[in-house]
């Protein structure tokens, strides 16, 4: 399984930006997984910006994404987007998508956590001028 982010970049405060995570070396259409979008600033811990069951559609966003942060699927599930609008400086990080396989009906803070993917991309830079 491979997961490549792209879509990184420099926006100004307020501005918009799209993030995709491509997936690879499964068969996502037929396999149940869980697609997590964490967040790194310089010098904090990783955070989980939400996560995303493929299977039923059902999302989870931590507090600090609701409102400004959309999780979507295109048809074909081969690639997970992260949209982020209103971007506000602390926003600004290395964002990172993540998945685990398997069949998950709750879509919970826990699932959301970093400890439970397995599959990790290796991150694009998001900077948000004030």
């Known amino acids: 399984v491979q997961l490549v982010e792209s879509g990184g970049g420099l926006v100004q405060t307020g501005g918009s930006l799209n993030l995709s995570c491509a997936l690879s070396?499964?068969?996502?259409?037929?396999?149940?997984?869980?697609v997590g979008w964490f967040r790194q600033a310089p010098g904090k811990a990783r955070e989980s910006v939400g996560c995303?069951?493929?299977?039923?559609?059902?999302?989870y966003y931590a507090d600090s994404a609701m409102g400004r942060f959309t999780m979507s699927t295109d048809d074909a599930d081969s690639s997970v987007h992260l949209q982020i609008k209103s971007a506000k400086p602390e926003d600004t990080g290395v964002y990172y998508c993540?998945?685990?396989?398997?069949?998950?009906?709750?879509?919970?803070?826990?699932?959301?956590?970093?400890?439970?993917?397995?599959?990790w991309g290796q991150g694009t830079q998001v900077t948000v001028s004030s």
């Open positions: 993540a998945l685990i396989l398997g069949l998950y009906i709750g879509i919970d803070r826990d699932l959301c956590q970093a400890g439970r993917y397995t599959y």
């Open positions: 995303f069951s493929i299977t039923n559609r059902r999302k």
């Open positions: 070396g499964f068969d996502a259409d037929d396999a149940n997984y869980v």
